[in-house]
Structure formats: C-alpha cells, structure tokens
C-alpha cells in the first residue's frame, strides 16, 4: 500500500478502551455498582449470558496493558474514569482507593510519555443515581460536575485535557429510548431529556474543568447521513435523522441552540427539560469537538406515516465488517468535510477518538485495510482544509463488547478469555509500523 499522506507534525495517534469494558474487579476497593452491572444480571440482556466482572482484568494487568501502548508508540491513550468507582453512589467523599487506580494509571503513561486522556462517563452511571432517576434527572447533571471536580482535583495536575462523555445518543437512545444498553428503560421520545442533561452535566463540568486550566472535549458519535434516494420524502427522513443523530449533540456546544425536532412531535424545550440559561451555558463548552466514527447512514421515508419520521436503509453493495456493519472510509472524508461546511468557523479542533471494527483473526487484513482506510480518509480530510489533530484506533484489546458480550473482537490485540493472554494481532505490528513512520517524519525526529 501506498504511504498515506503527510499530517500535521502535531498530530497525535492513540488507541481508546472504556472503564467498564477492560477493568473487571467489579467489586474491589469499594466500588460501587453501575447501571450496567444491573443490567448485565438481566437474563437476556447481554448475549450469550456473558458479563463483565473480569473482562480484560485491566484493573490488575494495566501494567501489561501499558507495556502494550508502548510497544504500539502511541502518543496518547484515551481510557474512561469509572465513576462509582470514585463515587461508589455517585454523591459525596471520594473513593480513595478507585481514584488511586487511575492516579497510578496516569503516572506510568506519562513516565513512558504517552499523554493521558480521560473519559469521565463511558455509560457506568453509579446504580445509586440511576434509582433517583439517572439522567431524566437534572439533578445527575450537578452531580456529574461534582465529580468531575473531585477527579481533576486528583488528576489535574497531569491531566491536560479531558472528555466528559462518551456518545450521549447513543447513552440516550440504546439505553433510555430502546433499551438495548443500561440502563434499559424503553421510553422512546421520552427519553430526550436524557440528551438535555448529559449536555448540562458536559458543561457543568467542562467549567469545573477548564477553572483547573485543563482544556475539554465531549466524544460524539457522528455519521454522515443521506436519503436513499432523491426523493422529497427521503431527504426530508434524512433531515429528521441527522437531527437526531448529529445535531442533537453537536449544535448545542457549538451554536448555542437545539435543532428543529418538530418532525419527532418534540418541541424545543424537549419535554420542559431545557430551562433558561442552560443553552447560554452549554454554548461554547468544549475546546475540541471528539469524532467517534463507525459508518454512514442511509436513512428513507418511514414505511409507517404514524412512527418515527425515518427509517433506516441498508448500505448496498459495501463490504461489511463481522459485526455486520458498512465499511465506507470515505464517509469519514465526507463527514470532516460536512461538520466544517456546517459549523464553519464555531467548529473547534477536531479530534477522531474512535475509529475500528471487529474481525476475529490475529491475521486480520481486513482491520488492516479498514484503518489504512480511514487514516487516508482523515489525511485527505485535512488535506481540503479539516482540522484534525488526532486519531484513536478503537480499541487495544479485545474486550466487553456491551450487549454483545465478548463475541465480537475489536482489538488491535486479540484476548483470550479463559486466559487472559493478550496477543498482538498483524493489525497491532501495522499500527506500530505507521506511528513510527509519521513519528519519523516529523521536523523534530531525531535522526
Ligand atoms: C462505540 O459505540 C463505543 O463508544 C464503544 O464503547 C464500543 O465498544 C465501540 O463503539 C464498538 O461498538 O447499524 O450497521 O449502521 C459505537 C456506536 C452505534 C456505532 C451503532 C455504529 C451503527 C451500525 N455505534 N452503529 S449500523
């Protein structure tokens, strides 16, 4: 394969794990329970019956775990902070013990020179919260600041930029609105205000955040979206999802506004929750824009006038990674190109944080083209003026893969559970090659 093209000499490459996908110890130094140790213990919930009291065991074999990261030579490694293991009821004095985990965490990256970058909420919302209401609750907003302060007040010192949340969508519609993630709930359009506090905690945060000097990005899931066909009707579906979708998460920070949601039946306030001064304080909350991309979205006019006003429509003709998904690099391309032409001069520094797929083999090809793929993508992307400092490959190890349990394999590492062995896949020996050409080719590179 051809080299992919020159990227800023600043530019940062990563890998991205979540707390409750890697950690395991469940249960150890106080840790309280999270809505998805809940949910796991639903039968049914999680495929195959699997759960994630061990996973990767990354509580104790972190020191692996990082001798992985510098190996692979990243710059950066973004992980998530557990919250109910800081605040095992997500209220109140912090745990020391679980806040020691990340303390020790932080100092062995920065000790081999990769810079930490926290995530504050990967989904694990303390089960304790969740029973006053989780995030339908404004009050987890205030909470959620609250611990963010406590964390920085601990980690601050190292910490230079943080993420506050993980793919509020996907938060609010897998786990409040279908009920395919914790917390469960089904509550479809109910389920909106979860969107409106995720993104007042994000800026509650972000201010308790950025008064410690640290700068803030929120981690968005974004997907370019179009209508299966030109017709009035499927444009004006793809309209209505990319509100949903995209806007929903991005207008706020960035323009100060929610987007028309009048094709869902919502009105602007969503459901009383956005209450004056909120959006004043959300505006300009974050200082980079987080990008986690998967796929396109082919959206068409709902089949059902009475439902929601779109229905998604299947990619044709597309190679599709083991999880059944499309893979399209370009639409990474596409969306860079798409989020500067609408937001224009409020976008802030884009940063991918995640990016990956899921293939099984330690020979695995096909991870290989796909993150050549996108790499291309985001240098082609930059080349036509997207600014982008940054890629994360998700993820290092294979891990909990949410409801689908352990059986579908993102890592650049492939894990075996009953073990515990980790072994680098040829997508891992590839990754390393490439850092260390673009490391090599920087002004600075010692010769
Ligand atoms: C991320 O979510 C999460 O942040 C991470 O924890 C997780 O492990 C990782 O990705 C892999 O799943 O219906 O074929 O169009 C990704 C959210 C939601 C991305 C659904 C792709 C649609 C695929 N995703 N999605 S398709």
């Known amino acids: ?3 992919i093209p020159a990227l800023p000499p600043t530019f940062r490459w990563g ?4 707390a409750y996908q890697i950690e395991g110890a469940t249960e150890e130094d106080g840790r309280g329970p999270s809505v998805w140790d809940t949910f796991a213990a639903r039968p049914g919930a999680i495929k195959d019956g699997h759960h994630a009291r061990t996973a990767c065991d990354s509580y104790h074999r972190w020191p692996e775990d990082i001798a992985l990261l510098r190996e692979l030579g990243v710059d950066a490694y973004r992980f998530s902070i557990a919250w109910p293991r800081v605040q095992p009821t997500g209220r109140g004095p912090v745990g020391e013990r679980g806040l020691a985990y990340y303390d020790r965490l932080t100092d ?19 089960q304790a919260l969740e029973d006053d ?5 404004r009050d987890t907003a205030f909470r959620f600041a609250e611990y963010a302060a406590r964390t920085a007040d601990r980690l601050g010192d190292r910490v230079p930029e943080w993420i506050t949340l993980n793919e509020p969508f996907v938060h609010t519609v897998f786990g409040y609105a279908l009920g395919q993630h914790a917390p469960g709930r089904t509550l479809l359009l109910d389920a909106l205000p979860t969107a409106h506090h995720q993104l007042l905690g994000h800026a509650l945060a972000a201010r308790q955040l950025r008064e410690r000097g640290a700068r803030v990005l929120i981690a968005n899931n974004c997907t370019p979206v179009d209508p299966a066909s030109g017709t009035e009707a499927d444009r004006a579906a793809a309209e209505a999802y990319d509100a949903l979708h995209n806007r929903l998460f991005n207008d706020p920070p960035l323009t100060g506004s929610y987007p028309d949601l009048s094709a869902f039946g ?3 306030h969503i459901g009383g929750a956005v209450l004056d001064g909120d959006l004043a304080l959300i505006r300009g909350s974050v200082d980079g824009l987080g990008v986690n991309y998967y796929n396109p979205t082919r959206v068409r006019a709902p089949a059902d006038p009475g439902g929601l006003p779109f229905d998604l429509a299947p990619m044709e003709g597309v190679p599709r990674t083991a999880f059944g998904w499309p893979v399209v690099p370009e639409g990474l391309r596409e969306l860079l190109l798409r989020l500067g032409r609408r937001y224009a001069d409020a976008l802030p520094p884009i940063t991918i944080t995640e990016n990956g797929c899921s293939y099984p083999g330690i020979e695995d090809p096909e991870r290989i083209a796909f993150l050549d793929g996108h790499i291309r993508a985001v240098a082609d ?3 036509e003026g997207a600014d982008v400092g940054g890629y994360f490959v998700w993820t290092l190890v294979d891990n909990f ?9 993102f890592g650049l590492v492939h894990l075996d559970h009953t073990t515990q062995t980790r072994t680098p896949r040829a997508s891992y020996t590839w990754y390393r090659d490439l850092i260390a050409r673009h490391h090599a080719a920087r002004p600075d590179a010692a010769m």
């Open 108 to 126: 062995e990256l920065l000790t081999h020179g990769i810079t930490p970058l926290p995530t504050l909420f990967h989904w694990d919302l303390p």
């Open 401 to 409: 893969e949410w409801a689908e349990g352990y059986t579908q394999r």
């Open 1 to 3: 394969m051809p080299q």
């Open 266 to 268: 919502v009105a602007e």
């Open 381 to 383: 992307a930059v080349a």
């Open 133 to 137: 209401g989780g995030w339908l609750s």
């Open 15 to 18: 890998v991205s794990t979540a």
